[in-house]
Structure formats: C-alpha cells, structure tokens
C-alpha cells in the first residue's frame, strides 16, 4: 500500500488539535463560585402584530377543551356577565360593566374591562389595557402597550413596557413597574376618560376629538389609533431633529489640531476629523465609501489609542503625551517583569496588551496586601517578601498565597465572564497567569485585525480570493470525476484507489467550511450582536 | 435495495438538518415569538411547593437545602418537601436537620422506596399545599431568584409547565463532563430557546421546573413505568391543551456524570425512556386535532430523535453491504457531501454547528475546540440507543429498571473537600427500584 494514502487521513487529525491543547491545559484549580446572575442579556422583542406561528397555535388550540375559552378574534362580553373559566382571544376583549370573570383574561389586542367589574386572574395583554371606574383585578395586569386605570381602579400589581396611566383615587397594591413613564391623568368626563399624551395636542385637536367621541361612539379606536400615531410621528420627528442640532452645536467648538496625528495613516485622518465633528459611522461610511464596520474597527482603534475619547471628542496633546508616557512606562516594566522571569523580551508587544499587563501587576500587588493585612502583616513587608520568597525557592508557597489572594479579592473565574473588560477578573483565570501572561485585552485576533485599515482591505481581497478559489475546486473535483484522464499525470504520484476529485472536493469542503464561520462572524458584527463578543479563554 | 434505505436515511437526516439550522438560525439570529415573562418576574408569588427526592445524596443534599433557605422567594409562601427514597447514607439525617430549623422544609420518608423518581415525586404530590409544583434534583443548586423565574409565566392561563435551564457546574472534572456541558448548552442556548420563541414545544426536563397543581392532577402525575417520566409528562399536558414554556434565565448548576461508564447508563436510560415515549404517544400526536401542524411536525422530530443513531448505524451497514456487494447506490459521487452533512447535522442530537453557535452564544468560545471530541460521544450513543431500542423490543411489559446517577458534590464543594469525596465515591452504581 502506497503511504500515501495515509495523507488525507492525517488531515483528519487537525481539527482534534485544539480539542487535545483545551484537554491538556492547566485547570484553575480554585474554588468555583456560583454566579447569582444570568450570564447573558435578554432579548425581549415582541412584534406588534401576532406572529404567524402563534396564529396556527391559535386557530389548533380552539378545539381543545379544557377550563380555558378560546376565541380568535374579538371577544365583546355584556354587562353583568359572570364567567368561571380563563379568557383567551387573539383579538381585542371588551369586558361590559359589572361583569365577573373568575379566571384570568388574556389578549394578543387591547383589553377593555368596565366599571365596577371584577376579575380574580390576571390581565394579560399585548396591547393597550383599559380599567374601568371602580373595576378590581385580584392578579396582575401585565400588557406590552400603555396600561390605563380609571377613578377607584383597584389591582394588585402593574407591569407594562411602556406607560401606566393613574386616574385619580385609582389603586395598586403592590407594584408597579413601567418600561417608560408613570403618569396621573386628570378625572375623565362622564363619557370619555381622557388619555395624556406625551406630546400636549392643540386645542383644537382635542375639541375635535371630543366631538367625534360624543358623536360617533363607534369611531372612537381608530381616531384615537390616528391620534396615537400623529403624535408618534411628532415626537420621532421632533427627537430626531433635536439629535441633529446637538450634534451640529458639538461639532462647532471643535478644533482639530493635526499636529499629534502623524502617527495616523490618511484613512484613519480622515475618519478621527469627521468622528470628531460628530458624524455617525454609517454616515462616515456613506461619505468615504466605507464599510461601516471597517469604520467602527477605526474608531475603537483610535479610542484606544488615545486618540479620540469615549465620546469621539478629541483628546488634548497633554494628555496623549501623558499616556503615550504610561505606555512607554508600561513597556519598560513588562519587559524588566518578562526579564525578571528569565523570558525573552516582548518584542512587537501592543500598547494595549503592555497597559493591561501593567494594570495586573499592580492588582497582584495589592492582592498580596490585602492577604497580608488580612493575615495581620504589614503591607510593605508584603511588598517586598514577593521576590525574596521566589528567590528562597517558595515558589509553591507563593503560588498558593496568589490563588487565595485571588480569590479573596477578586472572586472567582466565573465573575470574569460577566465582565469581561475587568482586567481583575482576568487575575483569577488561572494560577499560570502568575508565570506568563495571557491576552489582557481579551479579544483575540479579532482585536488584533482590527489595528488599522490596511489588514481589513487585504482581509477583504482574500475573503474574494478564497471564494474564488473554492468554486475552482468544485468545478474541478467535477471535471475531473467526469474526464479522469486529464489529470492522469497526477496517478503517477496518488494511490489508485485515492481519486483527485476527491482530493479537490475536500479542499472545496473545508473552504466553504471556512469561508462559513467567517461570514457568520461578519453577519453578526454588523447586526449588532454584542452577545457574540469574545469574553473568556484566549 | 440498498437505494431505498438510502433515501429514506438521507430524507431523515435532512429533515433534522433542516431542524437544527432553523433553531440555530433562530436563536442566532431570530426575535421571539412570544412574549416573555421576566417583567413580572417578582411580582407573582403564589404558594409554591419544592420537590426534592433524594436517594442516598448525603454529599449534596445539604448543598440544595442550605440554598432553599438562601432563596429570596418569601418563605411564608414556599414549602420545599424532601423526599428520602429509602436511603442508606446519612440523606435523611441532614434534611431533618433542616426541617428541624425551618419550617418550610418538611422530610418525607419513603421507607420501602422502589419504582424509581416518578414514585418518590408522586408520594410528594400528595403532601404538598402549593399551587405550583417545581421539581429540583438533588444535585442542583439555583439561583437565589429561581422560584420567582420560574412561576412568572403562571400568570398565563394557558400554561400549564414550565422549564428553567440547567448549567453544568462541574465541567473541568473530566472530559466526560465537558462534553456534557457541551450537550447542555446546545440543548438549552439554542434547542429549547428556539423551541420556546418560535412558539413550538419547549421539552420539561424533570428537574428545575414545575407545573400547575390542577394540571397535574388532571394529566394523572408522573408515570411510574416510564423511564423518561418527564417526557411523557410533557407531552401529556400538551395533549391536555396546556403550553410549555422555556425560561431561560432561570438558571441552576447540576453536577454532570465525569465517567464514561455513568454517561452510558443515563443515556442509556433516557435513550429507551424517549423511545417509549415515542411508541406511547407518536399516534396520539398525529391525530390530536388541537396542535398546528408545524407543532406535530415538532412533536414527532423530538419524539423520534433517539431513533437517529440506529438510522445511522443502519446507514453505516448499508454502505459496508453496498460496498462488498458492489451495489452501485443512486447518489454515489454525493455521498461523501451527505456523510458530511449527517456527521454535522447528528452530532449528538445537536449537530455540531448548533453545538458550536451554543458556545459561542454563551460566551464559551474556549469550549468550541471541543467539538470535535463530540464524534467520540456521538459514537457512543450509535451503539447506545441501539442497545436500547433492541431492550426495549425484548421489555415490552413494561418493567424496567431505573438507574440512579450517584453525585458526589464535585461542582461545589471547595478543592479540599472535593479531593475527599472523591476517594469515597463509586460512581453511579445501578441501581434496580422496581
């Protein structure tokens, strides 16, 4: 058998890699905490109308029996009506006066309850949740859009993602909890309950409205819906128009100064003047012809590098020379700390990387200080015991006094995933952090791509390139599993039985396979999907 | 002939494919289709009742009592019923230690044991005054905040279960432990997730959720002679009308098995649970007229999803048969493509991009590199599940045996006590209760 048959085998054993270095690594051996917080953000993202799938849920679920009413569509229920089960409409629900509804009420449209009504459940809705005079709701009233509780209105607890409308002398006894804003409307006429707005109508807007509610009752939802978004659109309008004039007025007192700006390249110019004049990245985009992600790799290249602020003003030449200091400071003593452990120099170390390092130094330090203190030395003797004790050949010592420390201090692995900048987190990774130094900015290559603009661009020429090269292999793994005979010369050097579109066809595989994870990666940075940034392991 | 399996083996695989991409898009990607509960998360508080069984978890058991009495749900509110399965160990001695001290917690002593978990959890049933029942392992350990999660969704009339998530505490034990915590993620980050947003049917686990009192009394309890009882609960109550619903940030760490010899037997017994569960309810799914038809198309992937590996390992036969008798198959020169598909679509019941968009969703990027250690688990269950359907043919009177998975508090437990316990421990021993 030809040893070469072998090859593509041994191919195989690349992806295990990895898999082997994560199995082999050195474990953080310390105490495991138990995070009392969910590690992720959650996404509450309701859309307005009823999803298609909860539509067919809804429609099967009629047939099901059962202590629940199911109705699609809208539910009008007539006064002085009592019902023992629970209500559920995928339309709008109007509950009549002195009702009694024994269960709980649920709508995917507005829900209406009216006076002197009582229901034992709770309330719950997507759109706007409407109680009446001296209606009483035993549960919770939880809706997506505005709750609003008429005079005497008693319930036991609110909670809306946008506002809460108190009427007068209207109750809650536990809790309210409102996404936007809590507000007391004043008493309502006696046939029309008022509703405030955030934008105050004219006057005249209101006579109107007033006028077609006492004249045609029937019309009053869809006048106000109008109303509703009239005003909507007003103060979109009005909001974004107020963001352009600050931004204008920001960008007036700004004077840039290109004196400090040599180390940039053209590109990077250019981005740092219109950033500094309080241009958003798309419109940067838009007016370079740039990705706009290209643009925001710049400007968090240039924050970091002390260019440009938090807020992209400008910062000063003091402090750029300040900083510019620190780094070298921070360079120094990351070399004579690299030296002091018998390793090589750092060279080519980034600025960020040398800072973080530094910034771990100091908290190690003050680790061991509190331990000492903890333990009744005195700080100083702390201080200066740390080389000494290496020295003696306490290694192991102080290596367990770090991981208490550590621990002590700054908690334990887990925290370091929920806050990943926190370079005090990163301490208590590992006690082999105390020899060598992991990547302190926590990024990974991504951060390392993202230094300037030149590597993007080249990024994106092989990104084309590795498309390019992927379909030649497909095209001739299926020439060549069609007309074997053109590619005889490659028999000489293959084992029969080992087929050359075979060969082409793996390449094509791992390509696409490649090409995949980047554009996943791509696709999620540019929708925003901050779950997705690196926090832990690198 | 070799052809027909072929194609019936390939049209499955690309309906799980098709499956898993979906949810893994979903979950990447995707907004909810329903709507959450976290807002009145803490508003709701009706009487809760904790069922804790335990069979000789002397290690652990002070663990998940110690943190009952830490949770910040009121405690004139809550009941929490430890129930002793007729332990050898110390189990008993430290719950009444407990019991002793709080109120709230109260000890039931299932002296004769026997018919496994559904049995305890049924005893426990009978003494418990709560309106909503939630289920803990004794193993687990919330979140301070867990109970007021987990009841939040109650508010909703139509649901009937709820099912919080389950976080591997104990990942760097072994490899064994990490791939499980590989499992879990996938099958909480992105399955149930995308199950529970796209309005599908969310899975009740058996430990970390709960469900109505009323609802359980209605769909008849835990069935005793079912080995996945949780299965079988939950798609009881979904027959009954009621909705699932998956609560993601209640969160609670287990202790995953470490050995490969404990991973055997629990998959082993959860392999053979679903595909009775499978046998049991398949028709009944299909001819509900209640659920849409994208829910039955849900309900039977899930429930046929441990059939996969024999499919493949029948897969496999068929190439080595095709092979010798050189039979030429239909799609010969694509095979190669589809063996690639199968291999990242059937991972271990998540394909290994879902495993990998888990991860990365969870902030665990460090775990990808495992992935492909994930073949060697995925092997395992082929033969596995195998073994399982061929019992469960030879077994259809319905007595199984339940083995119980001993913890020894490895997650938990500070290095010094946990290099201890160790010594001490055989790993989950079977145990035969019925």
Known sequence: MNVLALLPLAALAIPIIPALIEIFRRKDKGPRQIPEQTLYEDRTIVSDRIPVLEQMRARARVKATGDIIRVVGDVSIPNGAEIKENIVAHGNLRLGSKCHILGSMKAFGKIEVGEESFVEGHIISEGKVTIGRNARVNGIVDSAENIILRENALVEAVSTEKSVMLAPKAKINRRISAGVSI????????????????????????????????????????????????????????????????????????????????????????????????????????????????????????????????????STPEKAEESGKVIGETAATTQKLEKKRGQSELAGVSV???FEKLFASKLRTEARKRLKSAKGESPADATETDGKSAEDGEAEEILEEWREASSLVYGCEETRRENPSDGANNLAQKDEDDVKFPDYAGKGSREKDTQGLPRSVHRKHLRGFLSLLTLSFILLSEITYYNSSLFTF?????????????????????????????????VARQTGLTLLEETQGD | MFDFFVFIISVVMVAYMLRHFFFTYYALFGTPQQ??????????????????????????????????????????????????????????????????????????????????????????????????????????????????????????????????????????????????????????????????????????????????????????????????????????????????????????????????????????????????????????????????????????????????????????????????????????????????????????????????????????????????????????????????????????????????????????????NRSNSRKTHAYDRGRVES
């Not at chain 2, 009841?151 to 919080?164: I, K, L, R, S």
């Not at chain 2, 010969?332 to 690639?340: E, K, N, Q």
Request: aromatic share 10%; hydrophobic share 40%; glycine share 6%.
């Open chain 2, 35 to 416: 709507r959450s509960f976290s807002r009145i998360s803490g508003t709701y508080r009706p009487e809760v009742t904790v069922l804790i069984p335990a069979h000789n978890e002397e290690l652990v058991i002070d663990n998940i009592l110690k943190r009952m009495t830490e949770l910040t749900y009121p405690k004139d509110k809550l009941e929490v019923l430890v129930i002793d399965d007729a332990s050898t160990d110390r189990t008993r001695e430290t719950a009444d230690e407990f019991a002793k001290r709080c109120s709230y917690i109260k000890v039931i002593d299932r002296k004769n044991g026997g018919m496994g978990k559904p049995a305890a959890l049924n005893d426990g049933i009978k003494f418990s005054t709560g309106e909503i029942i939630l289920t803990f392992d004794a193993d687990y350990y919330p979140q301070l905040d867990v109970i007021e999660k987990l009841v939040a969704p109650f508010v909703d009339p139509e649901v009937g279960v709820v099912q919080g998530r389950v976080i591997v505490v104990n990942e760097e034990s072994s490899l064994v432990s990490k791939i499980v915590t590989l499992e879990r993620i996938a099958g909480y980050r992105v399955d149930q997730t995308a199950r529970d947003n796209l309005v599908l049917i969310p899975q009740y686990g058996g430990t970390v959720g709960g469900f109505r009192k009323e609802v359980l009394e209605k769909t008849g309890r835990w069935d005793s002679n079912m080995l996945a009882e949780d299965t079988d609960l939950t798609i009881r109550c979904i027959l009954d009308g009621y909705q699932v619903r998956y609560v993601e940030d209640a969160e609670c760490y287990e202790e995953a098995v470490t050995t490969w010899r404990a991973y055997w037997n629990q998959r082993y017994r959860w392999a053979k649970g679903h595909m009775q569960c499978a046998i049991k309810h398949l028709k009944n799914v299909l001819k509900t007229k209640h659920l849409s038809v994208v829910e039955k198309a849900e309900l039977t992937l899930l429930l046929s999803i441990y059939f996969v590996p024999i499919l493949i390992l029948l897969g496999w036969m068929v190439g080595i048969g095709a092979y010798f008798t050189d039979d030429k198959l239909i799609i010969a020169p694509y095979i190669m493509i589809l063996s690639s598909f199968t291999y990242s679509t059937v991972g271990n019941f998540a394909p290994f991009f879902e495993v990998g968009a888990a991860a990365y969703l969870d902030n665990r990027r460090r775990l990808l590199w495992i992935i492909p250690v994930l073949t060697l688990s995925f092997f395992l269950m082929t033969f596995c599940c195998t073994k399982a359907f061929v019992d469960l043919i030879l077994t259809r009177d319905g007595k199984h045996n339940w083995n119980h998975t001993l913890h020894n508090g490895d997650g938990y437990n500070e290095r010094d």
């Open chain 1, 352 to 354: 960020n990387e040398a």
């Open chain 1, 490 to 522: 490659l028999d000489q050097i293959l084992p029969l039985n080992l087929r050359t579109w075979m060969i082409f066809l793996s390449l094509a595989v791992i390509l696409i396979f490649s090409s995949s994870i980047r554009i996943l990666r791509h």
């Open chain 1, 183 to 314: 507000t007391a409307t004043p008493p309502s006429p006696t046939v029309v309950p008022t509703e405030g707005p955030r934008i105050p109508r004219g006057e005249e807007e209101s006579e109107i409205s007033e006028a077609v509610k006492r004249t045609m009752p029937d019309l009053n939802i869809f006048f106000e819906e109008r109303l509703e978004k009239v005003t909507d659109e007003k103060s979109r309008l009005f909001q974004s128009l107020q963001d352009r004039m600050r931004s204008l007025e920001s960008s007036k007192a700004r004077v840039i100064d290109e004196t400090g700006l040599k180390d940039l390249t053209p590109s990077e110019i250019e981005i740092y003047k219109l950033a500094i004049s309080g241009w958003d990245v798309n419109k940067i985009g838009l007016r370079l012809l740039l990705d706009p992600v290209q643009v925001q790799e710049v400007i968090s290249s240039l924050v970091k590098r002390h260019y440009l602020d938090e807020e992209f003003r400008p």
